[in-house]
């Protein structure tokens, strides 16, 4: 069946003309529709070049066949490049589970669009920070709306927005252009949640001597938004060298940045942190503005609500200068708790 279908693609040839929104809206339906019944996708090329979390794998063995209980879905969509990035979130199936995909396609003469290419950042309870009930929940406070057309950023702005993120990455000297408010929603943490009006995505303590290359772009103008995938240098310290699968997604609005949405899987559970941030238990005593000295003080602590720390959400270790801010609520209890990594 499948080949039948491949052949058949291939007999309608290739067009050279730019991708049209409703066709990329009409393969990213697709694309979500094969995800959640798990019976794969059939509007690929035979030149398919297929990862999941930057390994190379057979498009037939990998998470397409696993049927997913979808909670929430979002797709960006750029008719410049012909391409896409899709958000999945299922958080209330018994294997949890938050996907990041950006796909590149090929327009056919019959006007329908053959993926190429397929990137899938695939995290699961073990990866970095992740919590998918907390970002099913964050998400859903969110408004990603169309912008209206007279107030659209340009596409280069959007993508400068971006860039300026990671390029402060290794350079003090830039400035991020973080609006107010400004949300950043990173595995299940959430910046904003004690304050979604007035906070600001400038939590402190970027690094300053990270390089991060290989970035490759989806760009949709309509919604103000800019999807990064890239390689994230020591971001797990099982294997610091190695730079992991991540994916950054910015909204931007009057050349601000309201959102930021990121999606990043480890090569080992714990990112080599060793299960000390995200251990199921509870630290008593532990209030805002709590100073550690060194990872194992927090070994066993459960944080609800919002947590970050100076060093903490932008991969540095847990040591010396660190502050976490810990607050937390009952009505948030249920809806937003780290549920724990195994180390």
Known sequence: MLRHL????????????????AALQAATDSYVHAQANGTGWVNISPNLTYTENEK???????????????????????????????????????????????????PATNGSLLAHTIESIVTKTGDWAFNATGYLYWNSLESWAPIPEAQRDTREAIQAAGDAYFDRFNNVN?????????????????????????????????????????????????????????GFPGLDRSVPDR????????????????????????????CGLNGTIFE????????????????????????RGRMWGRRWLNGTALVNETAITHLWSEELEKAYEYEGVSS
């Open 243 to 270: 730079p992991a699968p991540d994916s950054h997604m910015f909204r931007v609005q009057g050349g601000k940045i309201r959102y930021i949405h990121t999606v990043s899987a480890c090569f080992n559970p714990g």
């Open 174 to 230: 830039i400035t991020v252009p973080f609006g107010v408010p400004c949300d950043r929603l990173e595995g299940g943490a959430y910046t904003g949640a004690h304050d979604l009006a007035n906070n600001t995505c400038d939590i402190g303590g970027l690094p300053s001597n990270i390089k991060v290359t290989n970035r490759r772009y989806v760009v949709d103008e309509a919604l103000g938004v800019v999807d990064i995938f890239l």
């Open 6 to 21: 491949l052949t058949c693609m291939l007999a309608t040839g290739y067009a050279s003309a730019a991708c049209s929104r």
């Open 56 to 106: 190379p794998i057979d498009i037939k063995t990998g998470v397409l066949t696993a049927p997913m209980i979808i909670d929430h879905n979002r797709s960006i969509h750029d008719t410049v490049q012909c391409a896409s990035f899709t958000e999945l979130i299922a958080a209330k199936q018994e294997n949890p589970t938050v996907i990041g995909t950006r796909i590149l396609y090929t």
């Open 280 to 303: 199921r238990g509870w630290k008593a005593g532990v209030g805002a503005g709590a100073r550690w000295t060194n990872v194992t003080a927090v070994r066993g602590a459960r944080f």
